[in-house]
Each structure stands twice: as C-alpha cells, then as structure tokens.
C-alpha cells in the first residue's frame, strides 16, 4: 500500500484526497439534502393536485375575489397618499441613521403624469458608506417604504484600498393623488 502511494506522486495524493473528500462530502451532505428536496418535491405536487381538484367556490370561507374597477381601486388604496411624503423620508432617513449610511444631499421631484392617479415622488440621494452597509440601507428602505422603487445605483470608490464607497441612489416614491 505504501509502494502504491509513492508511486502516485504529489498529484496523485491530492487527487486522491480531493476524491475521498467529495466521496465523503456526498454521503454527508448531498444524500440528506437530496431526500430533503425529495420529500418537499412530493409536498408540492401534492398541494398542487388538491387545489386543482377543488372546484372553483366562490366566498367558501376565502378572501372573495376582486375584478374590474374594484381590483384598480384596491390597488391605488395600496399606495400612500401624497401628503404622507415627509413620514416617508423620515423613515427613510432613520433607515440611513441605523444601517451607519450618510446622506451627504438630496434632490427631490415630484413628477406628474397625464392620465395616471399617482405621482412618482423621485429622490436622488448620494450616500457614503461600507458596501454591506449602502446595500442593507437599500435592503431595508425598500422593505420599509412598500411604495418606493430603486430606480438607479451608481458606485463609485476613491480608491482600490478603500472601504468606504460614494453611492448615487435614485428612489422613486410612488404616491396617490385624491382624498380617498
């Protein structure tokens, strides 16, 4: 045994390692994860079959469907109304204060279009940071604000050694116009 290793060289022994490794790393991990996949696979099908095989019952104890004009409604109620903008940046700025982003300035436009109920509210904010930091600020402003959209990013790193980066965000904040 020992004559047959010798003979297999360097490379040979690091294949070798490297086959008995995902040998093992295959039993160890990729079999479980498999039976895993397979069983939420069967899950899934099973689900699938049972609402198929439901028939179609209005109201039957679910949330009634919506159509038409009552379906543009609901959306529209979805967005906030268009006095609401200051709470918003509030939000927005203490998002910036709790992930350690800087806000260096802003610029703000409020944008109507013809034939549409909502206003887009654009926000363009240069921002300085860590990478993780200037990505969970956007992370956590768009799972705060429901109704703003990352609308552009531009990085830009003094340097290669660098940690900190100067980030253009553009949002935009999309507000309904009316009383209702």
Do not use: C
Request: hydrophobic share 45%; charged share 25%.
């Amino acid at each position: 045994m020992r004559w047959q290793t010798e003979r297999l060289g360097a490379a040979g022994k690091t294949g070798l390692g490297l086959f008995v490794f995902s040998a093992v790393f295959f039993v160890v991990a990729v079999l479980p994860q498999q039976a895993e996949s397979k069983a939420l696979m069967m899950r899934a099908e099973a689900i699938q079959q049972r609402l198929k095989a439901e028939p179609a019952q209005e109201n039957n104890g679910r949330t009634p469907k919506i159509q038409g004009d009552q379906a543009l409604q609901a959306f529209y109620a979805f967005f906030p109304k268009i006095d609401s903008s200051p709470f918003w940046i509030k939000e927005l700025v203490q998002v910036a204060a709790q992930r350690g982003v800087e806000i260096t300035g802003t610029e703000y436009r409020m944008v109507h279009e013809r034939d549409v109920k909502l206003v887009r509210y654009e926000m363009v904010l240069p921002v300085r940071g860590k990478y993780a930091q200037v990505r969970g600020f956007i992370a956590d402003t768009l799972r705060t604000v429901p109704a703003m959209a990352l609308a552009d990013v531009a990085l830009k790193r003094q340097d290669a050694e660098s940690e900190l980066l100067d980030a253009n965000l553009k949002f935009n904040l999309y507000l309904r116009e009316g009383k209702k």
